[in-house]
């Protein structure tokens, strides 16, 4: 056939361990037969970013800015025990994703990947609820305190012009606990925007929900400059034919659990970080999370929700084919060829991610799959495979793989 071609080129930002060898790997069994692949490429492996000093990470999200959507490999975030490991890095330089979000002034979207035969532990989810943190500020830029005797605690602004604005926190009569916290205008209208954004490009309804009742002034200012933000989208929202609701966290948490999925639930920073990690625990499996990073001004950065997957790649290095799940890798590819496809008027290209996305369903749905979602599965795999090869009809077997069998089994159905 001939091969689709491309206007536009992706931003693709390479990454380290288990995910960059799987990385190689789809884009050859699964992308360049069928696509004229034009992507800017980014090498941010560790020891490329040690190397350019983290000038690559950078310039990986100016280049985003530049042409709209880019796919990122995961990457190694140096700790202390990385530090160790990799002998040669001249510094431990920070999160790679931390580095570009905070360039797109961007909010990351979860949504899970759903399978008929993974049901999640919410009887009634039917789609995927997608959770949008807010990503800068609360408790995790607050200062903390603690005293012994008793006394007041006092708040105090100094304002630029030298005019003050001052409260008091509270008088104790004994040992007491503090913590104060902010967050900017700026960053919640930009955070705002990426989700009135982020609806609109998938047509799915927004709620958002905060404390507002107890917290008047702070929370309070949430709503306000989500109702505000909205007044820009209103109409647009309408003619998509999607909804802008506002609740209350604990209503909102009621609601969702009585869902049936498909809405976007934006969140503050520290609802964000637990209700995430308890709507992907619930739909299934990390390896099946995508991750998007939108901007205020929507530009789209797909990659997996996991990680780099370390011990499967350390097991690799010894010469093993690990069954580590690519779906998410594959996902993120097909994400950005969709929404390149959006964006040049290129129907092909956003038909060949449907068809990709499909071919991985449907080898999933002949029973065909790595060991995480094996074990995940219904019917599970029986214990008695003698039986089995006896039985009449033995329906829906799964059938754990390694990750080179499952991409193979992939490019066959595609
Ligand atoms: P991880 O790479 O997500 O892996 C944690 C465990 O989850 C794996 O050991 C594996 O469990 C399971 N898992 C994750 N993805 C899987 C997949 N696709 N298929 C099958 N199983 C999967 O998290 P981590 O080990 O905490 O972090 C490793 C490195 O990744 C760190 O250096 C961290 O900085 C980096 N990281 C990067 C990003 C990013 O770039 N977005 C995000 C998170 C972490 P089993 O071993 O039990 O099979
Ligand atoms: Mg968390």
New binding site residues.
């Given amino acids: 056939m001939e091969k689709i071609r491309m206007t536009t080129p992706i931003v693709e930002m390479d990454?380290?361990?288990m995910t960059r060898v799987l990385w190689s790997e789809i884009k050859d069994a699964l992308i360049h037969p069928y696509i004229d692949l034009k992507t800017e490429y980014y090498d941010l492996s560790l020891q490329n970013r040690n190397m350019t000093r983290d000038k690559v990470t950078a310039e990986s999200a100016e280049a985003t800015k530049k042409y709209g959507v880019a796919v990122?490999c995961?990457?190694?975030?140096p700790?202390k025990q990385?530090m160790e490991e990799f002998p040669e890095l001249t510094e431990m330089w920070p999160?790679?994703?931390a580095t570009i979000r905070s360039i797109l002034d961007g909010t990351v979207f979860r949504t899970p990947i759903m399978l008929d035969r993974i049901k999640p532990a919410v009887k009634t989810w039917e789609k995927p609820i997608t959770i949008a943190r807010h990503a800068y500020g609360d408790i995790y830029k607050a200062v903390e305190m603690i005293t012994t005797e008793p006394g007041e605690c006092t708040m105090t602004f100094k304002g630029a012009s030298g005019a003050e604005q001052q409260i008091s926190v509270q008088k104790t009569k004994g040992p007491a606990i503090w913590l104060a916290q902010h967050n900017n205008d700026a960053s919640i209208r930009s955070f705002a925007r990426s989700c009135f954004e982020y609806a609109l490009g998938t047509k799915q309804d927004l709620w958002f929900s905060t404390k507002d009742t107890i917290s008047k002034i702070y929370d309070g200012h949430f709503k306000t400059v989500f109702d505000e933000e909205y007044a820009q989208y209103k109409e647009r929202f309408a003619q998509t034919g999607i909804e802008y609701f506002y609740t209350l966290i604990d209503d909102a948490v009621a609601r969702v659990i009585r869902s049936k999925g498909g809405f976007i639930w934006a969140c503050k920073n520290y609802d964000g970080d637990v209700m995430s990690d308890m709507v992907s625990t619930a739909f299934g499996s990390?390896?099946m999370m995508t991750?998007i990073l939108v901007s205020p001004d929507g530009k789209y950065e797909y990659?997996?929700?996991?990680?780099?997957?370390?011990?499967?790649y350390y097991r690799y290095l010894k010469g093993e084919k690990p069954?580590?799940?690519?779906i998410?890798i594959i996902f993120a590819w097909t994400g950005a060829l969709r929404k390149r496809g959006e964006l040049d008027g290129l129907a092909q290209l956003s038909d060949f991610a449907d068809r990709l996305e499909n071919a991985c369903y449907s080898t999933l749905n002949d029973g065909i799959m790595?060991?995480?979602l094996a074990a995940l599965v219904e019917p599970a795999a029986p214990a008695d495979l003698a039986a089995l090869a006896t039985s009449a009809s033995p329906g829906f077997v799964p059938v754990s793989v390694d990750s080179w069998k499952f991409i193979e089994s992939v490019a066959a159905r595609l």
Wanted: glycine share 6%; charged share 20%.
């Fill in positions: 990454g380290d361990e990122k995961a990457t190694i975030t700790n990385r999160s790679a994703n990390l390896a991750s990659e997996a929700a996991h990680g780099t997957v370390t011990r499967h069954s580590t799940n690519p998410a790595t060991a995480d």
